[in-house]
């Protein structure tokens, strides 16, 4: 029997060193480390000795081990994820062959067992450093000012809390020394877990909290109890990208007569994935019939021809003063002249237009011009505004005029208004300012976040109004929301400015926020490639030489063209939350870059063949109107993970005076995720991508959910510790937020649980978490 597992050991040695040696000469062949030619051929050598039962056979394996340890030291130091997917084969090699290698002469007996005991004690130790945080920084308590204590109720109203989008809650029932005790207070099924992605954070107003489900579901849960006491189905449907992230509430002004007096003198305003306004009445959930038709608005009208799911609303819209503001998303890549990012506001009471802003045409400030649309092919705002009632501003993130990957045929306008937050005047809807953060954007780095206001010292000191705007590119922009100024300071730095596809071009420079952190936008390079073992390593490193990657910024090609961060992000639409009183503002990414590449079009049909499409711009894509299909996609090995090193995403900590990281820790764990879409079952803390948004309280917890890994977590807020940790029944791709009850003074936590990102596990919770009640314990 041992014959055999040495005849086998001895074919799959000689296996392997051929694998890696032919691989190794054509990565070598391409500029890239000649380490695994080398190991190969040493395997080889290895394989056939054993075969011989020559003792340098054995000795030969333990070779490759200290050339593996010395080459990872070399390449990524004592970095744990870097040693991990270099080392773990070497050491399993090794240590086999110790076990059933003949050991003839006692010299050899010492030799197998001295060296295999030392190999298997270093393969245990990482083993157990799977389930360590590695690249984390903690931070410290000293000087971390307590918050009053608050119990107070205060209404959760927006998407963001307040229209300023912080995410903060000044309650401090739940704190750091209590979250450990809380439990399940209630749940509510909305009965919607068809397709799309469940996205959303419920208002809480008075003694109703307000829920909307991907398919537009609207419901009034009793705070306490989270039964409904009405809900409201609009019958919305899309073919695509079915979710809503949130509704939005209004109240009429005293002042203001209405027809119906005992109705609707508050409201819920929601938007569907059918392009339609609508706004209920809180109290009953019925239409508002003072409002728009009935109670509806049809957000289609003046746009043109519209085909199924090429135009409508993800994100809540947002009120201001006594305005709804209305952006919209276009769906991605699909054809040039697609619907126009027409920003709209309507009146509140009434349903009425009272101003647009149509970019491509200033001169339109309310309805086009008889037998005309708005501007078609404009950039479009798909993510949430923010508001600042003082200075009367409305803060738009802009997105890039699609197709998103060609632009020599744009209209000269998207240029100037891609990926740029622009402000308006809320009673006018003209621009006060405006500020680019990519030029001429052929990668999709649309501005994917509400901005969070802000007050912050300048570089002299004195306190500023301000903005913090995160980017799909990892830059975090600190703006004056007076004047759209940059308090932390922004460069313009060179980057790759030539093209490879006829007509198209590229700016020189990009600016780059140097005042402010840059997270999860490392560069790339061949050493950094990873991989669960050597071998998706080595496929990675093939594939990283042959790609076309000049760093940031590298222009798309026909050949496959890396894109890092990816198109995800860096950030994506969870935004930021904040705790004003130590000015830190708490921000989660996304680490995985993208692989996109342009297709003749005569080729298209065949790469639609082989890559998979979701129709929203991932995958294959046809840009109709453009010369060029495109392919677009997460980098991911043949094992189905990340080429980059871990950590996939993090939680930051973003100190606003110092403007500095103050903590930065993994974002959950590898337990619902695995080679080959496998759940691989193990907390392993490698920090996973991640989706949604924080929320941050006065108690000094931050709260997040969007791990992939099914679990609501905590962290104190000072160090980035994790304090608490609830496995949900699926995972979460919303952002939490809570509220004091006016009834009971309890405060609940409350998060929306659909399904994670890319999981093919959804469902229809709504989850409310609060401490055990007095007589409870």
């Not at 938007?271 to 809180?282: K, P």
């Not at 209305?326 to 009272?354: C, H, K, M, Y």
């Not at 830190?584 to 298209?604: C, G, H, K, Q, T």
């Not at 930051?652 to 820790?665: F, G, M, N, P």
């Amino acid at each position: 029997m041992k014959r055999i597992l040495l005849c086998f050991i001895e074919f799959l040695l000689v296996l392997i060193g051929i694998c890696l040696t032919l691989a190794g000469a054509w990565l070598s062949y391409l500029g890239g480390t000649p380490y695994y030619l080398v190991t190969g051929i040493i395997y080889i050598i290895a394989g056939i000795l054993i075969y011989k039962q020559k003792n340098w056979g054995l000795y030969l394996t333990y070779v490759v081990v200290v050339y593996t340890i010395i080459w990872a030291l070399y390449e990524r130091g004592t970095a744990f994820w870097p040693m991990l997917a270099r080392i773990m084969v070497p050491l399993g090699i090794a240590i086999v062959c110790s076990l059933i290698f003949p050991k003839k002469t006692p010299q050899v007996k010492k030799v197998a067992y001295s060296l295999g005991g030392l190999s298997t004690v270093f393969f245990v130790a990482m083993l157990v450093g799977l389930f360590i945080p590695h690249e984390a920084k903690y931070g410290t308590n000293d000087h971390f000012k307590a918050h009053p204590v608050s119990e107070q109720p205060e209404n959760w109203v927006a998407y963001g809390k307040t229209a300023a989008g912080n995410r903060f809650s000044s309650f401090t029932q739940i704190n750091r020394d209590n979250v450990k005790d809380l439990q399940i207070a209630w749940t509510y099924h909305s009965g919607d877990s068809g397709p799309g992605i469940d996205q959303n954070t419920p208002l809480q107003i008075d003694n109703l909290v307000y829920t909307c489900s991907r398919n537009n579901h609207i419901a009034a849960l009793d705070v306490d109890s989270g039964q409904p006491v009405w809900t409201f189905d609009p019958e919305a449907s899309s073919p695509m990208w079915q979710r809503c992230r949130s509704v939005s509430y209004y109240k009429v002004p005293e002042v203001t007569s209405s027809p119906l007096a005992n109705s609707c003198q508050e409201r819920i305003i929601a938007t569907t994935i059918d392009a339609r306004l609508i706004a209920l009445d809180t109290k009953t959930g019925k239409l508002c019939d003072d409002f728009g038709d009935h109670g509806t608005v049809n957000l289609k009208d003046s746009m043109g021809p519209i085909k199924p799911g090429f135009y409508f609303q993800t994100s809540s819209p947002l009120v201001a003063r006594d305005v709804i503001v209305i952006g919209g998303w276009v769906v991605d890549n699909q054809e040039t002249n697609e619907p126009s990012g027409v920003i709209r506001a309507f009146n509140a009471n009434t349903g009425e237009l009272e101003w647009a802003w149509d970019l491509g045409n200033p001169s339109i400030t309310k309805y086009p011009p008889e037998g005309e649309t708005y501007t078609l092919e404009t950039p479009n705002m798909w993510t949430h505004a923010a508001y600042d009632d003082e200075l009367g501003l409305i803060y738009l993130p802009l997105g890039n005029t699609t197709p998103d990957y060609y632009g020599a045929n744009r209209p000269a306008f998207s240029d100037e208004y891609n990926d740029t937050l622009v402000a308006l005047d809320v009673t006018t809807g003209r621009e006060r300012w405006k500020f680019q953060t990519v030029h001429h954007d052929i990668w999709d780095y649309d501005l994917p976040s509400q901005p969070a206001l802000v007050n912050v010292p300048d570089d002299e000191g004195n306190i500023v109004p301000a903005l913090i705007q995160t980017t799909k590119r990892g830059q975090i922009f600190l703006l004056n929301r007076a004047t759209g100024e940059p308090v932390a300071q922004v460069e313009e730095k060179a980057v790759p400015s030539k093209s490879n596809i006829p007509g198209e071009y590229v700016s020189p420079t990009q600016p780059y926020s140097v005042g402010m952190p840059t997270i999860g936008a490392q560069r790339l390079t061949e050493d950094s490639m990873w991989g669960m073992t050597m071998f998706d390593q080595l496929a990675c490193r093939i594939q990283f030489k042959q790609a076309t990657y000049e760093g940031d910024f590298t222009p798309i090609d026909f050949n496959p063209t890396i894109e890092q961060p990816g198109n995800l992000g860096g950030f994506n639409w969870g935004s930021v939350s904040v705790d004003p009183l130590n000015n830190m503002a708490y921000v989660n990414d996304i680490r995985i870059p993208s692989m996109f590449w342009l297709v003749e079009r005569d080729d298209y049909s065949t790469v639609t063949q082989k890559y998979k499409s979701d129709g929203t711009g991932h995958g294959p894509s046809p840009q109709r109107g453009t010369p060029y299909g495109l392919v677009t996609m997460m980098w991911m090995s043949a094992l189905g993970v990340p080429c980059s090193e871990p950590p996939f995403g993090t939680i930051t900590a973003i100190d606003l005076t110092s403007r500095e990281v103050a903590w930065q820790v993994p974002a959950g764990t590898a337990e619902q995720l695995g080679p080959f879409g496998l759940k691989s079952h193990l907390p392993m803390p490698i920090g996973v991508p991640t989706y949604a948004g924080t929320m941050t309280t006065a108690g000094g917890l931050v709260f997040f959910a969007g791990s992939q890994d099914y679990y609501i977590r905590a962290y104190n807020s000072a160090t980035g510790e994790e304090v608490w940790k609830y496995p949900l029944p699926i995972g979460s791709s919303a952002t939490p937020m809570t509220y004091i009850s006016p009834t009971t003074g309890q405060q609940y936590v409350v998060i929306s649980v659909g399904g994670a990102a890319h999981s093919d596990q959804v469902g229809d919770y709504v989850i409310a978490f609060s401490l055990p009640k007095a007589a409870d314990k």
